[in-house]
């Protein structure tokens, strides 16, 4: 999860970006690899390498998603440093507007 925002009506609005073990296949999609160390920080040590897409994104509302379980512990998590990457990699998506896939 990159973002969280709370509106008004107490409502948890998310960005999530997706995780895949295979590279992106065409040049529309932007991802950048997840390093060795930070595979095995957030537990995702059944890939051998990881990609995560910074070009797109999911977004849903926490307390009405069909696909977002609040009870369900993070299995791993990503350094503050490589986090402060991926927020830099996704600027620039999330500011033109052209990111978002809604799934709620």
Not at 6 to 28: E, R
Not at 30 to 44: G, T, V
Not at 57 to 73: A, G, K
Request: hydrophobic letters at 40%.
């Amino acid at each position: 999860m990159i973002l969280t925002i709370t509106d008004a009506q107490g409502l948890s609005h998310i960005l999530l970006l997706p995780i895949s073990s295979k590279p992106p296949q065409d040049s529309q999609q932007q991802a950048i690899e997840i390093p060795k160390l930070e595979l095995r920080r957030a537990k995702l040590t059944c890939y051998d390498r990881g990609w995560i897409t910074v070009s797109e994104c999911n977004y849903d509302v926490i307390e009405r998603s069909y696909h977002f379980n609040v009870l369900q512990q993070p299995i791993g998590r990503f350094s503050e440093t490589f986090l402060e990457e991926i927020r830099t990699a996704f600027a620039p998506f999330l500011a033109a507007g052209a990111a978002r896939v809604v799934r709620t």
